[in-house]
């Protein structure tokens, strides 16, 4: 499938799904180091997201991305609002006014969500966050495009590399964000937003 | 220059009790409290957040203090949808939320402007921690007011004359008076103070510490019967002693 607008229509409905699915894991993960809310946050931003792309019209993918993006800022309590809101909104800016995203508009669209993480939590690859994740799936995007991989298959090498930034977290000593006051306390535990945003992004090659 | 005041908590309760504690001392400036999510629960509001900043448009300039790391965040994504204008007007503190904000609702009452109330913030993260170790069970009673029950006498600290260090041709002003108000230098006293000094070009120390800086005068935890050391120096010297001295003596109204 392209990636337009009914693709991006469709990973909004597939990361609910997969939100929903996995929020008891996601909360068990951000309790172990966090403060236990993200897998119920995420479940309330992507509902609010969906209603409103539901009740939309968009004639181009970035016209999806930005409604999430919004939507995630204002009903999203904790720091994954901001962190996910800043990352769609960047998305949507790289996006443009483009009906269908070829590999290196994906790659741009990719990096540009990673860099809007970046820049609003100030936190680089290695501090046990959703960065390590997000870094991960832009590398591997990268180098599939380069390999002139089609754009579905560009996606799924994000997907997988993001699953595997996930799980490097676990050895890792936080420092950002709340499980940053454990210290050694937080090694051996996944980073729950870098969890969260590896199944954000499978949901988005599931749709392709 | 009126410099607003937005307190941003995950919890309603902590901003709106950050606010009422800090309008205690500040009457006039205005405070808006930004705590919780929009359905009452622990989180931040983007949608809180951005109508506090309106709130205060009135404001030359608004200063924003937060608790935890995603207050910030949700504060800095807020700032991104403002534009240019409305954004150059606010300004982050990264004080602690309750005494960073009531030393800048002091700063603020005292007519300082956006530099000076978010320095004044800075002080929090210094003297608190200093005040914490030092004499915490003092500064634990004086919202609860206890203080007024203890007997009264010298404390280690309590009245130490310090040495006024005159430099060129600054006139210097020095007296010692006793406190005689039932529960000593605590915070609205303590504010009172540094209303009075901020008042004054001279430089102005409180047993030896700044009388312009709330948290530090408040670490002293100066109980009644106290001996209080003012000392200045400057043009103004004379008179911003002879204020406060009777300040002092007037025992703040209580």
Redesign the interface.
């Given at each position: 499938m392209a990636l337009d607008t009914a693709w991006a229509t469709d990973w909004v409905h597939r990361t609910l799904a997969t939100i929903d699915e996995h929020r008891a894991e996601l909360v068990t993960l951000d309790r172990e180091i966090g403060d236990g809310d993200h897998g119920e946050n995420l479940d309330r931003g992507f509902r609010a997201v969906v209603e409103a792309v539901d009740a939309g019209s968009f004639d181009t993918p970035g016209a999806v991305l930005k409604v999430v993006a919004t939507k995630l800022i204002s009903t999203v309590g904790g720091a994954a609002g901001p962190l996910f809101g800043t990352a769609y909104l960047k998305a949507a800016q790289a996006a443009g006014d483009a009906t269908e995203l070829d590999a290196d508009a994906l790659v741009a669209v990719l990096t540009a969500a990673r860099d809007g993480v970046v820049s609003r939590g100030k936190a680089e690859v290695g501090d046990k966050t959703m960065v390590d994740a997000w870094s991960a799936a832009v590398d591997a995007a990268a180098t599939a495009a380069a390999a002139g991989e089609s754009p579905e298959r560009v996606l799924e090498a994000a997907a997988d590399a993001a699953r595997t930034g996930a799980e490097s977290t676990e050895p890792l000593v936080a420092r950002k964000g709340r499980a940053s006051y454990l210290g050694e306390r937080a090694v051996g535990h996944r980073d729950p937003g870098a969890q969260s945003t590896a199944y954000i992004l499978r949901a988005a090659a599931d749709a392709a | 220059m009126t410099v607003g005041i937005l307190v941003v908590s995950?919890s309603a309760a902590i901003a709106e009790g950050t606010v009422a504690l800090a309008r205690q001392m500040a009457a006039d400036v205005p405070l808006v409290a930004a705590g919780?999510?929009?359905d009452g629960?622990?989180?931040?509001?983007?949608?809180a957040i951005t109508e506090g900043i309106g709130e205060l448009a009135g404001a030359d300039a608004v200063v924003v203090l937060c608790d935890?790391?995603?207050a910030y965040?949700?504060v800095?994504?807020a700032l991104?949808f403002l534009d240019d204008d409305a954004r150059g007007r606010v300004h982050v503190s990264s004080a602690p939320v309750v005494e960073g904000t009531i030393a800048a609702a002091v700063a603020a009452q005292t007519g300082g402007d956006a530099d000076a109330v978010l320095a004044a913030a800075a002080t929090a993260a210094t003297s608190g921690a200093d005040a914490g170790s030092a004499s915490s069970p003092v500064l634990g009673d004086q919202t609860a007011e206890a203080a007024s029950d203890a007997p009264s006498g010298d404390r280690p600290g309590g009245a130490v004359p310090v040495d006024g260090t005159a430099d060129g041709d600054d006139a210097v002003a020095s007296a010692t008076v006793e406190l005689v108000n039932e529960s000593g230098l605590h915070a609205r006293p303590a504010a009172e103070f540094v209303k009075a000094a901020a008042k004054h070009e001279a430089r102005v120390s409180v047993n030896g510490v700044d009388a312009k800086s709330l948290l530090a005068i408040m670490a002293l935890a100066l109980p009644k019967g106290a001996s209080v050391t003012i000392d200045a120096t400057g043009p103004d010297a004379r008179d911003a002693v002879d204020t406060l001295v009777s300040l002092v003596r007037s025992g703040f109204g209580e």
């Amino acid at each position: 499938m392209a990636l337009d607008t009914a693709w991006a229509t469709d990973w909004v409905h597939r990361t609910l799904a997969t939100i929903d699915e996995h929020r008891a894991e996601l909360v068990t993960l951000d309790r172990e180091i966090g403060d236990g809310d993200h897998g119920e946050n995420l479940d309330r931003g992507f509902r609010a997201v969906v209603e409103a792309v539901d009740a939309g019209s968009f004639d181009t993918p970035g016209a999806v991305l930005k409604v999430v993006a919004t939507k995630l800022i204002s009903t999203v309590g904790g720091a994954a609002g901001p962190l996910f809101g800043t990352a769609y909104l960047k998305a949507a800016q790289a996006a443009g006014d483009a009906t269908e995203l070829d590999a290196d508009a994906l790659v741009a669209v990719l990096t540009a969500a990673r860099d809007g993480v970046v820049s609003r939590g100030k936190a680089e690859v290695g501090d046990k966050t959703m960065v390590d994740a997000w870094s991960a799936a832009v590398d591997a995007a990268a180098t599939a495009a380069a390999a002139g991989e089609s754009p579905e298959r560009v996606l799924e090498a994000a997907a997988d590399a993001a699953r595997t930034g996930a799980e490097s977290t676990e050895p890792l000593v936080a420092r950002k964000g709340r499980a940053s006051y454990l210290g050694e306390r937080a090694v051996g535990h996944r980073d729950p937003g870098a969890q969260s945003t590896a199944y954000i992004l499978r949901a988005a090659a599931d749709a392709a | 220059m009126t410099v607003g005041i937005l307190v941003v908590s995950h919890s309603a309760a902590i901003a709106e009790g950050t606010v009422a504690l800090a309008r205690q001392m500040a009457a006039d400036v205005p405070l808006v409290a930004a705590g919780g999510t929009d359905d009452g629960g622990i989180g931040t509001s983007f949608e809180a957040i951005t109508e506090g900043i309106g709130e205060l448009a009135g404001a030359d300039a608004v200063v924003v203090l937060c608790d935890l790391g995603s207050a910030y965040l949700t504060v800095d994504t807020a700032l991104d949808f403002l534009d240019d204008d409305a954004r150059g007007r606010v300004h982050v503190s990264s004080a602690p939320v309750v005494e960073g904000t009531i030393a800048a609702a002091v700063a603020a009452q005292t007519g300082g402007d956006a530099d000076a109330v978010l320095a004044a913030a800075a002080t929090a993260a210094t003297s608190g921690a200093d005040a914490g170790s030092a004499s915490s069970p003092v500064l634990g009673d004086q919202t609860a007011e206890a203080a007024s029950d203890a007997p009264s006498g010298d404390r280690p600290g309590g009245a130490v004359p310090v040495d006024g260090t005159a430099d060129g041709d600054d006139a210097v002003a020095s007296a010692t008076v006793e406190l005689v108000n039932e529960s000593g230098l605590h915070a609205r006293p303590a504010a009172e103070f540094v209303k009075a000094a901020a008042k004054h070009e001279a430089r102005v120390s409180v047993n030896g510490v700044d009388a312009k800086s709330l948290l530090a005068i408040m670490a002293l935890a100066l109980p009644k019967g106290a001996s209080v050391t003012i000392d200045a120096t400057g043009p103004d010297a004379r008179d911003a002693v002879d204020t406060l001295v009777s300040l002092v003596r007037s025992g703040f109204g209580e």
